[in-house]
């Protein structure tokens, strides 16, 4: 009787053992998706991948995608947001812009195709080494001080060696901002709408202001000491929001509206002047300023630090984080901005770690 019921125990435990395996075997939950092998580092070879331009993709393993573009003249930027990877999908998080984007994808080696869920061909990716490209890609920008500022809107800024310059469009006046404490030290009536001021790089008593930005693609000339109007320009581009004194009689010109930049030459108020040449730049630009044989052009976030000859390139790009950049000017040592901040309610005046 021992015996019988000792046989029994052990059947009924090898039943048990046998159905448990046979459970796990093919419970498909129980097993890991493989997706580890799409983590990496990716240089985009055709097509595009969630933002234009871009060039490498890092697939990270916490969950995150870090996308780095660059367009033909050097112009960088990037895109982050949470990832959920699935057998055959990479879904990109909207980040707080609207809802996610699927992305199907198949994996043939070192070659990643993602099937884009808009009307475009697929973006064709190959594995590349990790590195640390990413984090050398957008340098970033630190504030050194900063102050708020009267004119609260959308206007480039420039210096005129004491004051920086921004238009107030409440009073109709430039504002000269002491740049030690932010007070308002003098202001400069005028009949323009200038959301451009540039001061003339010239050592003559009679440098110009120049105020830009109307409707009507034109800039005024006003010689600084006096507020006199020098001259007109000839038609450019409207709505400009940057405007570069290279040397006396020459400036870098841009229209927001045409998304055009313009090298200007002139003579003063005998002869207005003449369009030496016209880039296209397939983006709505803001400030700038011209230092060292270099133009800094802003654009979102970024400062652009470009060469001009032979070609429009950009060699460096830097960030300031949570900010909108609207204007810069340079006061001998460090770059500053006109910018709106995305935390606190207003524009800001920022001193900034940038020097030439």
Same mark, same amino acid.
């Given at each position: 009787m021992k015996t019988n019921t000792t046989f029994l125990r052990?059947?009924?435990?090898?039943?048990?053992?046998?159905?448990?395996?046979s459970c796990n075997k093919n419970d498909d939950s129980s097993e890991p998706i493989p997706t580890n092998s799409v983590f990496g580092k990716w240089e985009v070879t055709s097509g595009q991948m969630a933002m234009n331009d871009s060039k490498y993709v890092y697939i990270n393993e916490d969950n995150t995608i870090l996308i780095l573009s660059e367009d033909d003249r050097g112009f960088r930027d990037s895109y982050t947001t949470n990832i959920t990877i699935t057998e055959n999908q990479i879904i990109l998080s909207g980040g707080g812009q609207g809802g996610s984007s699927i992305n199907n994808f198949t994996l043939e080696e070192n070659k990643l195709t993602i099937i884009v869920p808009y009307d475009a061909p697929p973006a064709i990716l190959e594995r590349r080494t990790m590195d640390n490209e990413a984090s050398n890609w957008i340098k970033p920008l630190s504030i050194l001080s900063k102050g708020n500022v009267p004119w609260g809107r959308d206007v480039d800024i420039t210096f005129d060696g004491e004051f920086i310059l921004g238009?107030?469009?409440?009073?109709?006046?430039?504002?000269?901002?002491?740049?030690?404490?932010?007070?308002?030290?003098? $202001?400069?009536?005028? *009949? =323009?709408?200038?959301?451009?001021? @540039?001061?003339?790089?010239? #050592?003559?008593?009679?440098?110009?202001?120049?105020?830009?930005?109307?409707?009507?693609?034109?800039?005024?000339?006003?010689?600084?000491?006096?507020?006199?109007?020098?001259?007109?320009?000839?038609?450019?581009?409207?709505?400009?929001?940057?405007?570069?004194?290279?040397?006396?009689?020459?400036?870098?010109?841009?229209?927001?509206?045409?998304?055009?930049?313009?090298?200007?030459?002139?003579?003063?108020?005998?002869?207005?002047?003449?369009?030496?040449?016209?880039?296209?730049?397939?983006?709505?630009?803001?400030?700038?300023?011209?230092?060292?044989?270099?133009?800094?052009?802003?654009?979102?976030?970024?400062?652009?630090?470009?060469?001009?000859?032979?070609?429009?390139?950009?060699?460096?790009?830097?960030?300031?984080?949570?900010?909108?950049?609207?204007?810069? $000017?340079?006061?001998? *040592? =460090?770059?500053?901005?006109?910018? @709106?901040?995305?935390?606190? #309610?207003?524009?800001?005046?920022?001193?900034?770690?940038?020097?030439?």
């Open positions: 052990a059947l009924f435990l090898f039943i048990i053992i046998t159905v448990v395996t238009y107030h469009s409440d009073d109709r006046n430039i504002l000269q901002i002491n740049p030690d404490d932010f007070s308002i030290a003098g $202001t400069i009536p005028t *009949t =323009n709408y200038p959301n451009a001021l @540039e001061i003339e790089k010239s #050592d003559s008593p009679h440098r110009q202001l120049f105020q830009g930005g109307s409707g009507n693609g034109t800039f005024d000339s006003y010689l600084y000491s006096s507020n006199s109007e020098y001259y007109t320009s000839e038609p450019l581009g409207a709505h400009m929001r940057g405007i570069a004194s290279i040397e006396p009689g020459q400036l870098w010109v841009n229209s927001h509206n045409a998304e055009k930049l313009y090298k200007y030459k002139s003579n003063g108020a005998l002869s207005p002047g003449e369009i030496l040449q016209t880039i296209d730049l397939g983006f709505q630009p803001k400030g700038m300023d011209y230092r060292d044989g270099y133009l800094y052009m802003v654009k979102y976030d970024k400062v652009y630090k470009c060469t001009t000859t032979p070609d429009l390139r950009a060699v460096e790009t830097y960030a300031l984080k949570q900010h909108d950049i609207e204007g810069i $000017t340079f006061d001998g *040592t =460090n770059f500053w901005l006109n910018a @709106e901040s995305r935390e606190n #309610d207003g524009y800001e005046l920022l001193k900034i770690d940038l020097t030439l």
